[in-house]
């Protein structure tokens, strides 16, 4: 089982809300929050303000590799066994460009799903509290702290007209 | 009060979903949850029986060869290519819909892209298995792969069926992915709101999501990425089909015409196809409120623009066969006409080019039950096409002295049946137990409730 995380969770129906809670929290101190949201939104990731993903990273150099890999699979292969073949050359790049445009496509698609497990495993949310509400139509914010700051949390997550707040910590 | 106004704006968009968040979430659960009634036992049974015949028949072709479907001297390529190359059409418009649209920020397409994604998936996992059945040695299909090998010869990357090889099975991969990857969040919604079995069950395939902000960080940029490059990839998956053809120098398949007209039939049969299928399942789901009649208009004016297309294309073959001066050319598209396969070259101009053109009227493209005829003539049209081109051309080329006839068999039109079985199992599973309609798509158009009564926001 995974370590139970302390904090305080709350929910909101209101998109604004949610925001204001995020802005003001995050300015308190509480940098690590958990926003879980049923569909992805704008406003909320301002809130949040994480920089962009680096997955494009992944996209790039996967389909960098790809190109490279394509494109020496067809030269290296058709130079290992050179049959001549009216005249044309054995190493025929025009040819060629299919085979380098499929696996730029085929590696760049795989390393971004990759890219997907690898960044989002970076942050574990083992033993941090879930609501399924959080899939239909709730936003959750979890605050992770000690006992001694939940209270205070707590105050400020129904300031901000938090329709529900659990506290476990 | 700008509130006030921004919302009777929304309140006219047709593409806007009408429900809240968790209306969507209750109603394509529903289509989940809900015990299957007596008919889709019969189409379920009905698919697998149709599946059994294929498997049966290529059983069969295992065991007595390709001369059981036909083949003979100068046709080569018949039936099966010709079934090969209407499924990979088929695929093509799901592609379209949930990439080329996504990226066009086209917001009619969210009701109707899992539907047609899966569509995708299923039709080319169907193609996949014509080149197989097709090259007569299926048990050595494996040769086509370049590996490393006793026999010391790799494959011939100049040859356009090895490009096919890696155009097939990267699609295959990618629109996998790309339905399964958008299916991930859906399926935590769903895995929330069922119990007992169905929980374990959507909560493995869930992966763990939750919904988090670390998670859509990275997720929505991927599939941002996935969605570019699927893009790009369907117009050159249709494309190297078209080459397989046009690359060799047989008369009518010589043509730089063929990969705009490929793609753009591609395209024109996949939506045929998702009118066919979409158009009796919402009433089956009863998701009637979801996908509207605005989404078939649209699709339609799709319909509509490839099927022009297509016309250009056919006009433009006759007429590069005439202008080139090549009597082989010119022998080709008159045999087409007027040759002894002219039912079938008639068959593709008129339920191609001309019942397209009954799209122009906004009274047949908001009539389902105009739409879904058309969607027949649509698929029996784009079959034919590829018949045309397929067969007619292999049958006539330089040398008249080396003509011939068709012949297609029972163990073709077997196979060809088979396959909607195969492809229609594979859906009809689908449907059932997967959401149709992408609930976390719907959810993100509809703006969330608001505690302060203004504007504002995005």
């Known amino acids: 089982m995974a370590k139970h995380v302390p904090g305080v969770l709350g929910s909101f129906e209101h998109i604004d809300a949610a925001c204001d809670a995020i802005r003001e929290?995050?300015?308190?101190?509480?940098?690590?929050?958990?926003?879980?949201?049923?569909?992805?939104?704008?406003?909320?990731?301002?809130?949040?303000?994480?920089?962009?993903?680096p997955v494009r990273l992944f996209?790039?150099?996967?389909?960098?590799?790809g190109t490279t890999a394509g494109f020496s699979l067809a030269i290296w292969m058709s130079r290992d066994w050179p049959l001549l073949v009216g005249g044309k050359p054995i190493a025929a790049i025009p040819a060629f460009v299919?085979?380098?445009?499929?696996?730029?496509?085929?590696?760049?698609?795989i390393s971004t799903i990759a890219a997907i497990f690898i960044l989002s495993a970076r942050k574990s949310l083992a033993g941090r509290p879930y609501h399924p509400r959080f899939s239909d139509d709730r936003i959750g914010v979890f605050v992770p702290c000690g006992a001694d700051r939940a209270a205070d949390v707590q105050q400020l997550l129904e300031r901000h007209g938090s329709v529900e707040v659990s506290r476990d910590a | 009060?700008?509130?006030?106004?921004?919302?009777?704006?929304?309140?006219?968009?047709?593409?806007?979903?009408?429900?809240?968040?968790?209306?969507?979430?209750?109603?394509?659960?529903?289509?989940?949850?809900?015990?299957?009634?007596?008919?889709?036992?019969?189409l379920v049974g009905t698919m697998a029986f149709l599946t059994a015949v294929l498997l049966g028949t290529v059983t069969l072709l295992l065991k007595h060869g390709l001369g059981l479907a036909g083949y003979a001297p100068p046709i080569m390529w018949s039936v099966y290519i010709t079934t090969f190359v209407f499924w990979?059409?088929?695929?093509?418009?799901?592609?379209?819909?949930?990439?080329?649209?996504?990226?066009?920020?086209?917001?009619?397409?969210?009701?109707?892209?899992?539907?047609?994604?899966?569509?995708?998936?299923?039709?080319?996992?169907?193609?996949?298995?014509f080149p197989i059945i097709h090259i007569g040695r299926q048990w050595i299909f494996y040769w086509l792969i370049p590996y490393p090998n006793a026999r010391y010869l790799w494959p011939n990357f100049k040859s356009p069926l090895l490009w096919d090889v890696f155009a097939i099975s990267t699609y295959l991969t990618v629109s996998s992915t790309f339905l399964m990857v958008g299916l991930v969040p859906d399926i935590a919604a769903v895995r929330d709101h069922v119990s007992g079995w169905r929980k374990k069950l959507y909560g493995a395939l869930s992966l763990g999501w939750t919904g988090a902000d670390s998670q859509w960080r990275h997720y929505t940029r991927a599939y941002l990425y996935l969605a570019a490059l699927a893009a790009p990839l369907v117009l050159s998956v249709h494309s190297v089909v078209s080459?397989?053809?046009?690359?060799?120098?047989?008369?009518?398949?010589?043509?730089?015409?063929?990969?705009?007209?490929?793609?753009?039939?591609?395209?024109?049969s996949g939506i045929g196809m998702t009118f066919t299928l979409l158009i009796p399942l919402r009433k089956m789901l009863r998701v009637e409120h979801m996908i509207t009649d605005y989404h078939f208009d649209n699709l339609s004016k799709l319909t509509l623009f490839t099927g022009t297309i297509l016309?250009?294309?056919?006009?433009?073959?006759?007429?590069?066969?005439?202008?080139?001066?090549?009597?082989?050319?010119?022998?080709?598209?008159?045999?087409?006409?007027?040759?002894?396969?002219?039912?079938?070259?008639?068959?593709?101009?008129?339920?191609?080019?001309?019942?397209?053109?009954?799209?122009?009227?906004?009274?047949?493209?908001?009539?389902?039950t105009a739409l879904f005829v058309i969607s027949i003539f649509i698929n029996i049209g784009m079959w034919f096409e590829r018949y045309v081109i397929v067969v007619s051309s292999l049958a006539n080329d330089y040398l008249p002295n080396a003509w011939g006839q068709i012949n297609p068999t029972w163990a073709d039109w077997l196979v060809l049946l088979g396959s909607f079985g195969w492809f229609g199992l594979w859906f009809t599973l689908f449907y059932k137990n997967f959401p149709i309609v992408a609930i976390q798509e719907i959810k993100e158009m509809i703006p969330m409730p608001r505690k302060k009564t203004h504007g504002g926001g995005h």
Request: net charge negative; hydrophobic share 50%.
């Open chain 2, 311 to 368: 016309f250009y294309a056919y006009a433009m073959e006759y007429f590069v066969a005439w202008y080139s001066g090549s009597t082989y050319e010119q022998t080709a598209f008159w045999r087409r006409a007027f040759g002894p396969n002219w039912w079938a070259g008639w068959a593709m101009i008129i339920c191609n080019a001309f019942v397209s053109q009954l799209l122009w009227f906004k009274k047949i493209r908001t009539n389902l």
């Open chain 2, 88 to 129: 990979v059409g088929i695929g093509h418009a799901g592609t379209l819909i949930s990439a080329i649209l996504f990226l066009f920020r086209s917001p009619w397409r969210t009701a109707v892209y899992r539907a047609t994604e899966a569509m995708t998936v299923f039709a080319v996992m169907t193609a996949a298995l």
């Open chain 1, 59 to 65: 996209t790039l150099i996967g389909g960098v590799t």
């Open chain 2, 1 to 42: 009060m700008a509130g006030d106004t921004e919302m009777a704006v929304i309140a006219h968009d047709p593409s806007m979903p009408t429900q809240t968040h968790a209306e969507v979430t209750r109603d394509v659960v529903r289509t989940i949850t809900e015990a299957p009634t007596r008919g889709y036992y019969i």
């Open chain 1, 98 to 109: 299919v085979i380098g445009f499929e696996l730029t496509i085929l590696l760049g698609a």
């Open chain 2, 243 to 268: 080459w397989d053809f046009a690359v060799s120098i047989v008369p009518g398949w010589h043509g730089t015409i063929f990969a705009p007209y490929f793609v753009a039939g591609a395209i024109y």
């Open chain 1, 25 to 53: 929290l995050k300015s308190s101190g509480h940098p690590d929050l958990t926003v879980y949201s049923a569909a992805p939104n704008h406003e909320l990731e301002d809130a949040i303000g994480d920089p962009i993903s």
